[in-house]
């Protein structure tokens, strides 16, 4: 499999402040035909990347390591040609002291467009297991946009949107709560597989993304509620002593929308700090905030508007020594992706420009990663034939 050398004259990069950080382009090893890149850095700093690469018949789960200033070679977790494959509702992948934890995809099952299933591999240190799923409802509806976190050295931490109660349900039904989207999640052992599985909230947004973080207490999972009236706002539920928390949210936007805008939140911890990114139309304004917490997620403080010019949102968020990083995508000049830093009382710090990104869904959603003492930014570029990935080092 060829090395995909990407040209530093393809993007530019514009910085603002006396940040001494650079933007750069660099190989990654993932070839033509290849999407939807998953970053995570472990707890040692090790960098992982998911991503698929399709021909005519098959999706393959492949990853790759990237330590020091070197990528591995990728590694394939798993194919097959069964997979529901789709812009917004991607595999990942999650790591713990240098190695693998697990991976999912998705399965899809008789039914309609949208039934299949989560699907999860444990690696057991030397292979991936045979696949699992974490939910046991057998109904042929969407299980799917999930997200994963490590907790001890044999467990792990899973949410996802699950769609056992919209079974058989007519359009004319879509806004009964007896039959709405749910959200639910699990701590997984590692060695057996075994789940221990909560519904989380019984009314949610049917197709946009979630984000859960580990804190030092326990777990926070940010997502998008949805209300009988149609609101729909980001809330987070959190995970202490075994139990989850009553829903919350995050601000109240009131965004009203008789519709899923397929654009979650993100979030993440460090140094006693939580933060959450979102994007909201509320009063038809296209709006990219952040908030931040200093009492694991308790309260947050009023939301820091990180764009309101032209934001499509697909945002993603990472906190990395003493700076909350987001990146999300902007509709400015036909597409860009824009990455900002914020320090903890949210006042921006560093500013780049990622220009020449398509705005089609086919370009999915950017992700960014701590790497060192930086970030690795990884993202589809569809502006060929073929689609590939793209990867940055901002240091």
Request: aromatic content about 12%.
């Amino acid at each position: 499999m060829r090395y995909l050398l990407i040209l530093s004259s393809f993007f530019i990069f514009t910085g603002c402040s006396d940040a001494n950080f650079q933007l750069n382009p660099i190989e990654n090893p993932s070839s033509e035909n290849s999407s939807l890149p998953r970053l995570f850095t472990d707890n040692t700093g090790k960098l992982f990347m998911s991503w698929v690469e399709q021909d005519s018949s098959t999706a393959v789960l492949n990853y790759a390591t990237y330590e020091g200033n070197a990528w591995s070679a990728p590694i394939t977790i798993a194919a097959d040609s069964g997979w529901f494959v789709n812009w917004a509702d991607f595999p990942s992948i999650i790591a713990k002291n240098g190695e693998p934890v697990a991976a999912h995809w998705l399965d899809k099952i008789p039914g309609n467009s949208y039934s299949y299933n989560v699907a999860v591999s444990i690696f057991n240190g030397e292979s991936w297991k045979d696949p699992f799923t974490p939910h046991n409802d057998k109904t042929a509806t969407e299980h799917g946009f999930v997200s994963m976190i490590p907790n001890t050295d044999s467990t792990f931490a899973a949410v996802w949107l699950d769609g056992r109660n919209t079974e058989g349900r007519g359009h004319h039904e879509y806004s009964d709560p007896e039959k709405a989207m749910t959200l639910r999640g699990g701590i997984i052992n590692q060695n057996t597989g075994s789940v221990q599985s909560f519904e989380l909230d019984d009314n949610v947004c049917d197709c946009c993304n979630t984000s859960i973080t580990k804190t030092e207490n326990g777990f926070i999972a940010a997502y998008r509620n949805r209300t009988s009236d149609e609101v729909r706002d980001i809330y987070t539920v959190k995970y202490e002593d075994g139990v989850w928390s009553e829903p919350k949210a995050v601000a109240n936007d009131n965004w009203e929308i008789a519709a899923c805008p397929v654009n979650g939140p993100a979030i993440d911890s460090g140094k006693k700090i939580t933060a959450v990114a979102w994007f909201t139309g509320a009063s038809n304004k296209a709006v990219v905030k952040m908030s931040i917490s200093e009492n694991d997620g308790d309260t947050f403080s009023e939301p820091v508007i990180v764009d309101d010019k032209s934001p499509l949102g697909r945002v993603d968020l990472n906190i990395i020594n003493n700076k909350i990083w987001i990146s999300w995508i902007s509709a400015e000049n036909v597409g860009e992706i824009k990455i900002r830093s914020y320090d903890f009382s949210g006042n921006p710090l560093q500013s780049f420009t990622i220009p020449g990104f398509s705005k089609n869904r086919s370009s999915g959603f950017p992700q960014i990663t701590a790497l060192n003492n930086g970030l690795l930014v990884a993202f589809t570029n569809v502006s060929n034939e073929s689609p590939s990935i793209k990867t940055y080092q901002l240091n």
